[in-house]
């Protein structure tokens, strides 16, 4: 059991090295060599037991939590005085609050408590660790040359890269006590881990907006743990002796007991993973450094929130509340979806996707039946790779070109021909038949189907995928024109960053190969356990899509076919003689140039009137859940 | 389950019927037009023409859409024929009809670029009444597999009635028939030249509108099943929908993109959903 | 085979016609003459397009127009001038802004005359332009085959 202990601790201590490496070569070693550790750690994990189901490890409670205590303490008081300072009084309340909450619980209860199984690993610990500990450490060495280039354009901004590097290992060290935890009152401690990474890398910038958007976070995200306190401190005051803070104990004590501390830590993951009536705050994160965006906004910490979601969907079942927290990530699936449509700034869009999946996570989760869990886990899967290889090109391009914009990225196939490509089959992996996130709706609407009240869920997911279709491929679309007058640009892209890349696209691809493998090693498995049957594709159906993969990888050599004897004539430009640069002569002989631009339907799916629209709606829902739960207290 | 026969069948049949109806819908157009029309075989010398011209593009790469264009319509009716999961049909042509709209992405063409937005703009139309019709299907036979709903012996139609209104208004944006027909445009040559296909010249135009005769097929396939307890009414009803289509197409002008997007949403917000509800209930109750 | 000629696709270009000729061309599409009966489209875009029908003639704001469509016309393709302005600059020949018919410009196959050009001498010219295609399209075939056995010699594979 070795390997989680180290897995938690070895990149906290290769934070600790690293926040005091001034040397830039030296960090680059540094960062390397950790993320390789960390890496062969976590495959070294997976193999020792992908196999043995869940296993709880005894480990001692008492001189882990109290450091956890401390340092919790630390972060409340960091954060108090950063919220006095810059006079957010509404992040001081939360933090007082919920200080209070814990100091109480720890206080009157902790001291009489011995839980012996503080750690545990099963096959969705184990996916999520893979997530961590392989997507995570790439995008922390993608981002060593990220943040150069990012300081070299940005003068204006302090070159903080000792405390940013601090933050990302301390992180990847958080993510994974979070997964691994099965004691409630550990899973909380890095929870506030998380969630003040989250706080100070989105601030990094120190620009104005960047620490109002910082705290935006930080609020929400406090409101969660406030909601998380209030779980422990239930689960404590049902029974004192804290039998019931372990998450294993927890779920197999039945509805009465774990109902309401699933339904509080539900809401701290709705908040955590950015659901309306939250979604601003994930939006707002969007002015970090790309690489915070993709490791924290998409790919590792947003999921933590689905996680725990995921983790007590089996008491979610047949429940009200849980149709509730399903129905918020319905609508914010549909909702956020929809505003992505509006939304020209590619890591807008990005955000907007992300908080549609975390939506459409939350929702199977929410329904909780085996299939629909299933499918969530795919979902997180998928999500995680593709989702952040399209953060990192995303970030590459904007360090070329100069803009995040969709509509800027017009001809990247020619200024950048091998980012476009990656960009490319990241998308189509976000949408397309036989990649990953697509088979994952498909299975949901197939689950869906057989749910209670699944019918809102399929017409929710009938419109919504539809709609996803419409941005993802307007974006690809643009990347894909072929404008005659093009510099190729990607030449000074660094190795490092090549590397990551190339194996972020492979990732994509190979996983939908090996699709059904992971299923029946790790999802499988983990759903029968749990609810004791499983749900898989038919054969036929993933023999198909194995083929589909196939051709389309075969597809592209029949460019060889064309290779000569095409004739190329310019565009048709209603007979109008045009330059290779697409100029030409309108009206008064004044010369013109085309600009295409794609189509945002700002009065059908503008920002402001559907995130008012999901706020009031999803804000309605949970009060509806709160309402319901105090009677269930009561 | 999958049956190979019937994939080899779609693949050489569906384009000698698929021209057949398009010559027969030109032939009928014309006479409601009071004209003579073309010979019932114009559509297979049209494509014969194209394939004799040459090949002009602007981008080498268009050559590459297009080709996976065709490649996958016919893999995805190969696989409705064959008795594949509906669902997985479904996303199979949606992926077909990506390449065709990054195919006219790729020209970078003012009038193929509208067009292709106004494709994807179709496509978000048609797609959720489409999936909401196989999730109708699934609940009345309980299988996604187009061979198993084929065989069930229930009436389909009288269970979805309301599906079936559905199906029709999206088969008429997918048949690119008028009030619909924003994309390619049979009728507005002025403001969209030819949208998507604008761009295409010979051999390439030759395949997507061969790749729109294995499409129509698997359209006429999909009322099949509606209807599909009763293999006599099923012919007859294709051809009753099918002449209405031309009827709509010759009778309506077309609408803007606007219209097209909520009235398809609408009927399959009304139609499909509250037919799907009442099933469900039905369900429910008879459970 | 001869699927061209079966199936010409028309792409109609008023240059400088004082849109006589232009109504002619529109009234072999209406039900009394109907083109369709022959495969006969009428496509607005040259590069779906077989036969270029030029009315009106060259004039300064034209010129480069007609030399552009006629550019992104796929081969096998004919020129048919309708109308007498078309052929020779017609009455407007000696104006200033005029320079004459399209074969100026682009090299035309059939000179349908008349002012305005009656639809049945539009068809019968459209009719007589098929010839042509075909004749290029063959033409078109051996420049190709020559083309590929001059690439390899002991003839290519297709």
């Known amino acids: ?287 970090a450094p790309t690489p915070v965006s993709a490791l924290l906004h998409s790919s590792t910490m947003v999921k933590a929130g689905v996680y725990v979601i995921v983790r007590f969907a089996p008491v979610y079942t ?290 402001k009137r559907l995130l008012m629209a999901g706020t009031a709606l999803c804000f309605g829902l949970i009060l509806l859940a709160g309402v319901l739960l105090t009677g269930v207290i009561l | 389950m999958i049956s190979l026969t019937n994939a080899i069948l779609f693949l050489l049949l569906a384009p000698i019927i698929g021209g057949l109806v398009s010559g027969i819908d030109r032939k009928l157009t014309a006479r409601m037009q009071g004209r003579v029309g073309p010979p019932i075989l114009q559509p297979f010398y ?48 949606t992926l077909a009809h990506i390449f065709l709209v990054l195919g006219a992405y790729a020209s970078n063409s003012p009038y193929s670029f509208v067009g292709a937005e106004r494709e994807l703009i179709q496509i978000i139309a048609y797609e959720p009444m489409i999936i909401l019709s196989a999730v109708g299907m699934f609940m009345v036979t309980k299988s996604f597999f187009v061979n198993e709903i084929a065989a069930s012996e229930l009436p389909l139609i009288l269970y979805l009635p309301g599906v079936f209104i559905g199906f029709l208004m999206v088969f008429t944006i997918k048949l690119r028939k008028s009030p619909f027909d924003l994309s390619t445009s049979h009728h507005a040559h002025q403001e969209l030249v030819k949208g998507v296909t604008t761009e295409f010249t010979g051999p390439n135009l030759a395949k997507i509108e061969i790749a729109h005769w294995y499409e129509n097929v698997f359209l006429l396939g999909f009322v099949y099943l509606f209807f599909a307890f009763n293999p006599a009414i099923a012919i007859v009803a294709i051809i009753v929908a099918y002449l209405l289509e031309i009827l709509i197409d010759n009778t309506f002008s077309r609408v803007k993109w606007q219209l097209t997007l909520k009235s398809a949403w609408i009927v399959a917000g009304m139609m499909g959903l509250v037919n799907l509800g009442v099933l469900y209930y039905l369900a429910g109750v008879l459970i | 085979m001869t699927y061209l000629k079966k199936s010409p696709w028309l792409l109609h270009y008023d240059a400088s016609s004082c849109n006589g000729c232009d109504i002619e061309v529109l009234a072999c599409l209406t039900p009394l003459y109907d083109v369709e009966r022959f495969g006969i489209i009428n496509t607005g875009n040259p590069k779906h397009a077989d036969v270029f029908v030029v009315t009106g003639g060259v004039n300064e704001q034209n010129r480069e127009v007609i030399r552009n469509i006629y550019e992104q016309m796929p081969e096998p393709k004919v020129v048919v001038a309708v109308g007498i302005c078309a052929a020779s600059g017609g009455v407007f020949r000696e104006c200033s802004n005029i320079s004459g018919g399209i074969d100026q410009l682009i090299p035309v196959d059939v000179y349908v005359p008349g002012c305005a050009a009656r639809p049945e001498s539009i068809i019968d010219g459209i009719v007589k332009s098929l010839e042509i295609l075909e004749e290029k399209r063959i033409q078109m075939k051996e420049r190709a085959k020559q083309k590929e056995q001059g690439r390899s010699p002991g003839g290519g594979e297709r």
């Open chain 1, 318 to 607: 047949g429940t009200m509340e849980g149709l509730i927290i399903g129905l918020v990530g319905g609508f914010t699936f549909l909702l956020a979806s929809a505003i992505a449509i509006s939304q020209s700034n590619a890591k807008k869009v990005l955000a907007y996707s992300t908080i549609a999946n975390l939506g459409l996570i939350v929702a199977c989760a929410g329904v909780g039946t085996y299939k629909l869990v299933w499918a969530a886990i795919l979902l997180i899967i998928f999500h995680a790779i593709a989702k952040s290889l399209l953060f990192l090109c995303v970030g590459t391009v904007e360090h070329r070109i100069g803009s995040k914009d969709i509509e800027d990225m017009s001809g990247l196939i020619v200024r950048m021909p091998k980012i476009a490509v990656m960009m490319f089959i990241g998308i189509a992996g976000m949408f397309l038949a036989p990649f990953g996130m697509l088979i994952s709706k498909w299975a949901a609407i197939e689950a869906f189907i057989e749910a209670q009240f699944g019918l809102i869920f399929v017409a929710i997911l009938a419109f919504g995928g539809s709609i996803t279709v419409m941005f993802w491929s307007k974006w690809m679309g643009k990347i894909i024109s072929v404008i005659p007058s093009g510099e190729k640009v990607e030449d000074t892209v660094k190795k490092e960053k090549w590397f990551v890349l190339y194996l972020l696209t492979a990732l994509t691809v190979i996983v939908c190969l090996i699709f059904p493998l992971i299923s029946s090693t790790l999802i499988e498995p983990f759903v029968m356990s749990v609810y004791g049957q499983t749900a898989r594709l038919s054969q036929d159906n993933i023999v198909i899509m194995a083929m589909m993969i196939f051709l389309l990888m075969l597809m592209p050599f029949s460019l060889l076919l064309y290779r000569d004897g095409v004739k190329h004539v310019p565009a048709y430009m209603g007979g109008r003689p045009t330059t290779t640069d697409m100029r030409f002569q309108g009206s008064m002989g004044i010369t013109r140039e085309t600009a295409l631009s794609n189509y945002y339907f700002e009065d059908y799916f503008g920002e």
């Open chain 1, 1 to 287: 059991m070795i390997e989680l202990p180290f897995l938690i601790i070895f990149p906290a201590i290769a934070a600790v090295l690293l926040l005091f490496i001034a040397n830039e070569t030296l960090r680059n070693a540094v960062v390397k060599i950790a993320a390789l550790l960390i890496g062969a750690g976590t495959i070294y994990a997976f193999f020792t037991y992908f196999q043995s189901g869940l296993q709880l490890f005894s480990v001692p409670f008492e001189p882990a939590s109290q450091i956890m205590f401390v340092l919790e303490l630390f972060i409340a008081l960091y954060i108090l005085y950063v919220g006095i300072q810059c006079r957010r009084y509404l992040a001081v309340l939360l933090i007082i609050i919920q200080s209070a909450l814990l100091i109480y619980v720890e206080s009157v209860f902790v001291m009489g408590i011995h839980p012996e199984f503080n750690l545990f690993i099963d096959q969705f610990s184990l996916i999520m660790a893979m997530i961590i500990g392989i997507i995570g450490t790439l995008i922390c060495v993608y981002a060593l040359r990220y943040m150069q280039t990012y300081h070299a354009h940005h003068p204006e901004i302090k070159d903080r890269r000792r405390l940013f590097f601090f933050m990302f290992f301390v992180f990847l060290s958080g993510m994974f006590g979070l997964v691994f935890s099965n004691n409630l009152l550990w899973v909380f401690f890095f929870w506030e881990i998380t969630t003040l990474c989250s706080f100070i890398l989105i601030g990094y910038s120190q620009t104005k907006e960047a620490t109002n958007n910082a705290f935006l976070a930080l609020e929400m995200n406090l409101l969660g743990g406030v909601a998380f306190a209030g779980a422990l401190l239930y689960l404590l005051y049902v029974d004192p002796s804290g039998q019931f803070l372990g998450i294993e104990q927890l779920l197999t004590s039945g509805y009465a007991i774990a109902l309401v501390p699933a339904v509080l830590i539900g809401f701290a993951g709705i908040t955590k993973a950015a659901l309306m009536p939250f979604s601003s705050w994930l939006v707002g994160a969007m002015v």
């Open chain 2, 46 to 93: 049209d494509v014969g023409k194209l394939l004799e011209k040459e090949n002009l593009v602007v981008t080498t790469s268009q050559n590459f859409y297009i080709l996976s264009y065709i490649v996958f319509i016919v893999v995805s009716g190969a696989l409705f024929f064959a008795g594949g999961d509906l669902l997985l049909v479904i996303f199979a042509f």
